[in-house]
């Protein structure tokens, strides 16, 4: 049978193709297809045009707003640092400042050793201030801190020297 269709199709082949349908038809099919009109509003160019105009704008709106957050939130961090630094430093300095004038008050004798760690460490500190401003960060604030403890403590063992030497100069003098 199926022989049978395809040699009545070869015969009539001719025929198929030189037949087109009706505007008529195409415009039934059209209705059927897209709905009264004829044609769909989706299938506009323009509607289209529009809407990837919109979706870029949105992309670049939300890129946008998400770095400008991150930003933000960056400052805000750095803000809180260098808050937290200010706060460090003036307790610390505070304390590193009373007992370099409790040295000073002793009137001991001078370690040029002792001067020459401070004189270090003061320019140690100095240059870990300044990468503070340029560029800050925590490693930054905890070698600042790491620095003025440092400095509290070669203050500390000055003093003890100092005062075990006033100890022992007492004890000459009283023998």
């Keep these: 049978m199926k022989d049978k269709l395809k ?34 509003i989706f299938s506009s160019l323009s509607v289209w045009r529009a809407a990837a105009v919109i979706f870029f704008g949105l992309s670049v709106y939300l890129f946008t707003a998400n770095s400008y957050s991150e930003k933000k939130s960056e400052k805000k961090e750095v803000w809180n640092l260098q808050g937290e630094l200010k706060d460090l430093e003036s307790f610390y300095g505070d304390q590193i400042a009373e007992k370099a004038a409790f040295i000073d008050k002793l009137d001991g004798y001078e370690d040029d050793l002792f001067t020459q760690d401070v004189q270090k460490l003061d ?26 403890l440092i ?25």
């Design 151 to 175: 400095r509290i403590d070669l203050l500390n063992q000055q003093i003890k020297k100092l005062e075990d030497s006033r100890k022992r100069n007492d004890g000459k003098k009283e023998i």
């Design 123 to 148: 320019a140690m500190y100095e240059v870990l201030r300044e990468e503070m401003r340029t560029s800050p960060s925590e490693k930054v604030k905890d070698a600042l801190i790491l620095n003025m």
């Design 7 to 40: 040699d009545f199709i070869n015969q009539l082949l001719e025929e198929f193709d030189d037949r087109e349908p009706s505007d008529r038809v195409w415009s039934a099919i059209q209705k059927d297809i897209f709905g009264k009109g004829g044609r769909s």
